[in-house]
């Protein structure tokens, strides 16, 4: 099913929305322009994981040689610090293992919604307007 959760302007770079769909709790992040979705539960301890602190990414090409590149790409838990790509849901201590649930999320017009079973709870869709969809699997 497919809902929508917010218009694009909702959601400026850098910031996050979280959304109640079909009973579950869902940060919606625009990193750079590009959306993503995390279940807002974090795998270590069930905290609510998309409250936490937005950071850059951190690169060392040698020791003590760090390249910080800011642009909100990894949400750190609240609780304990735990960090995630919000792109991908995968932790950094163990990214083979260890991930958040991600959804599909996706950008639409709003002509496109109008008429087409689209659920949009509390979003007032406008044919001119664009709009955060997001994706829940069955």
Request: charged content about 20%; aromatic content about 8%; glycine content about 12%.
């Amino acid at each position: 099913m497919k809902y929508v959760v917010a218009a694009v302007e909702d959601i400026p770079p850098g910031a996050r929305k979280i959304v109640d769909v079909a009973r579950r709790s869902i940060g919606i992040f625009n990193v750079g322009g590009e959306f993503y979705a995390l279940r807002n539960r974090c795998p270590h301890q069930g905290a609510d994981l998309c409250t936490g602190r937005i950071w850059g990414t951190v690169e060392a090409a040698a020791p003590g040689a760090f390249d910080y590149t800011p642009g909100g790409a990894v949400l750190s838990c609240p609780h304990h610090g735990w960090e995630f790509q919000i792109r991908t849901g995968r932790s950094r201590c163990d990214p083979d293992r260890l991930r958040a649930t991600t959804y599909p999320v996706d950008i639409a017009a709003g002509h496109e919604l109008l008429g087409n079973g689209y659920a949009a709870d509390g979003v007032a869709v406008q044919p001119d307007g664009r709009y955060v969809i997001l994706e829940l699997r069955a």
